[in-house]
């Protein structure tokens, strides 16, 4: 445990974080290409693929958090252009698709570090929030910022109604999937660090 704290505080990698930012990245990856990142609900699709961005972050703080989030955006780049969709263009720029997605390791690590509780399932479950949130507003803000013309033409919506249903969608899936990131980061990064400690 004191080699996890050393390292954390040089901003090296040793080989247990490359290959953490290795295996969670590759998850990351499966689960947009299997179809399995993506939860049905009753009105949208709940993305998962952020929790493991949260978990690294978590597991071995902000600079690890933030590669596999780089990883997980540049992803996104490469499947708005092989498999591209009504908003492909907006997420072949990194802004959109990838800038978002390194804050969630910084926003994750940093809600978990700063959130005083003696649960750490508290502070698991506070992180995973921030870090989902951070995911689905971030995108959606960044569309909203650079590309609402171009998403008001794509939804055939007029542009001043662009942003109530930019944020709509944000709540409509931002919720669900911050509550699905806790319930799945709380057990799995719980288990991970009991196993670290023994």
């Known amino acids: ?27 990351s990856i499966i689960l947009g290409l299997s179809g399995f990142g993506f939860i049905p609900l009753p009105t949208a699709k709940a993305t998962i693929m ?37 908003l492909s263009f907006a997420f072949i720029n990194p802004l959109v698709s990838v800038l978002p997605r390194v804050f ?15 649960h750490e399932g508290v502070r698991i479950g506070v992180s995973a929030v921030v870090g989902s949130l951070t995911n689905t507003f971030g995108v959606l803000t960044m569309i909203y910022v650079l590309y609402a ?3 008001a033409a794509a939804r055939g919506i007029d542009l001043d109604a662009a942003i109530q249903v930019i944020y709509g969608i944000a709540l409509i ?22 196993r670290y400690r023994n």
């Open 50 to 86: 952020q929790i493991p961005v949260i978990i690294g972050a978590i597991l071995e703080g902000p600079v690890v958090g933030a590669m596999i989030g780089l990883i997980f955006g540049l992803f996104s780049i490469i499947q708005s252009l092989t498999a591209p969709n009504i």
């Open 149 to 151: 013309a171009q998403f």
């Open 1 to 27: 445990m004191e080699k996890l704290v050393s390292l954390r505080g040089t901003g090296r990698f040793g080989v247990r974080q490359i290959a953490i930012i290795g295996m969670l990245s590759a998850i």
């Open 104 to 118: 969630i390791g910084i926003t994750a690590y940093y809600a978990y570090k700063w959130t005083r509780s003696k």
């Open 173 to 194: 899936n931002g919720i669900p999937e911050a509550i699905i990131a806790a319930a799945i980061s709380i057990p799995v990064v719980g288990a991970i660090k009991k």
